[in-house]
């Protein structure tokens, strides 16, 4: 008898573009949702967007809520799950970075809340996914959490953003590539479930991304078009895959190792790129592919080099020795990398 069943979550309605912001009302109203919008955002984000999305849904009665959250932390959920309670929302809208995204998409999962995405950095590609990222203590939780119902993406105020940012989503597009072999990997070796569509979906979004390099410049709006594109595209195989396993391999172990021992050095997308240089060495070797992954996020202005990532040399194979200790995730890095062959992996592709 055949048993298998599949429930993917993906958002109703995706608004991209020029001066969208001003269209979040309406993007809400389609999803007939009730009661108070709670708008969660953090600091910066709050000042570009937050405020504008406040006095939106104001002008039109709704009397919204707000919180600024700082970090990314169960903590900070648990602060958000809080005041949407003591407001009573009955909807939560994320307003801003990967943080205050995957805050608000884990409150809202909790409180069993609608959730609308609107970024306001292309950064990351946690915009449509149902997923959150949080550390806690020595590890890193990828968590289920409440997938955006809409998400309104304004390439007015992505092109505003500071230039870093949109190359750390570029880079984390990249990182796609290694992500898939780990996964594909996993499967052969361990078993783990392996999504045909998410896989290719995953791969195509970021050759398109690579594709479209020469087009993805400082300055351009249409940068900020592309970049938000893949980036929505990817978490949508995220959502096909019911994991973040197609867009997070070795290369995120990596980073989130980097986060837990050098907190804040450098943007996660500039990190998971710099680390997919180095895994997709172990994956393929000396004369493998590593090289256009180095030449693909040099071309697009991401960090190629731990001096780049503003990280010391040391920390580098560190974070790639330990990295198979953050979470039960099989990849090229099996049970771990001795420091001689992080050395080696980390010379060979010039990153250190
Ligand atoms: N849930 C998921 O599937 C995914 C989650 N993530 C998570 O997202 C986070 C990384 O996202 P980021 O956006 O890099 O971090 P972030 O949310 O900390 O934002 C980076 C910085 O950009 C600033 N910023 C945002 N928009 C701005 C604007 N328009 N103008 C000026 N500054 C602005 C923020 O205030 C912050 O200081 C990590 O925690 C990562 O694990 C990343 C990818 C996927
Ligand atoms: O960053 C992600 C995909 O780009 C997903 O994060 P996790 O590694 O926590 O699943
Ligand atoms: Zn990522």
């Known amino acids: 008898m ?10 109703r309605n995706v608004v991209i573009g020029h001066g969208v912001l001003d269209q979040t009302l309406a993007a ?14 953090s600091p910066t984000p709050h000042a570009v967007a937050g405020e504008r999305v406040v006095e939106q849904f104001a002008a039109a009665g709704y009397d919204p809520a707000e919180i600024v959250i700082e970090e ?45 995405s609107v970024p306001t950095a292309a950064s990351h590609d946690g915009i449509v996914s149902g997923r959150g990222s949080v550390p806690e203590g020595d590890t890193r939780h ?21 230039w870093r940012l949109t190359t750390a989503g570029c880079a984390d597009i990249i990182s796609n590539y ?10 052969r070796l361990k078993n783990v479930p392996y999504s045909e569509y998410a896989g290719a979906l995953s791969q195509m979004t970021a050759e398109m991304l690579v ?22 595209s990817s978490g949508v195989a995220m959502s096909i895959a019911d994991s973040s396993r197609p867009a997070s391999g070795a290369e995120h172990l990596f980073s989130h190792q980097l986060d837990r021992i050098a907190p804040d050095a450098a943007l996660h997308g500039h990190q998971v790129g710099v680390g997919a240089i ?19 996020l040099g071309a ?31 990849t090229i890095l099996g049970d771990g990398m001795s420091e001689e062959a992080a050395i080696e992996a980390a010379t060979v592709t010039g990153v250190v």
């Open 300 to 330: 697009l202005g991401a960090p190629t080099t731990a001096d780049d990532l503003g990280i010391d040399h040391e920390t580098v194979i560190e974070a790639l020795t330990t990295a198979h200790e953050i979470r039960d995730r099989y």
């Open 2 to 11: 055949f048993e298998k069943s599949t429930w993917i979550r993906l958002p």
């Open 72 to 116: 990314a932390s169960f903590d900070a959920v648990q602060r958000v799950i809080a005041h949407a309670e003591e407001v009573e929302a009955g909807f939560a809208i994320g307003v801003g970075g990967g943080k205050a995204i995957d805050i608000t998409k884990m409150a809202a999962d909790d409180l069993g809340l609608g959730f609308v």
């Open 178 to 187: 290694t992500a898939v072999r780990d996964w594909e990997l996993a499967h």
């Open 211 to 232: 594709d479209s390099a020469g087009s993805i410049k400082k300055g351009l709006e249409e940068s900020s078009w592309i970049v938000v594109k893949a980036l929505v």
């Open 278 to 296: 180095m895994t997709e060495y172990l994956h393929s070797g000396p004369k493998g592919r590593w090289r256009d992954v180095r030449d693909a």
């Open 28 to 41: 809400v109203e389609e999803l007939h949702l009730s009661g108070r919008p709670l708008v969660v955002s």
């Open 142 to 162: 990828s968590v289920a959490a409440e997938p955006p119902l809409a998400v309104v993406a304004d390439t007015e105020i992505l092109a505003e953003a500071p």
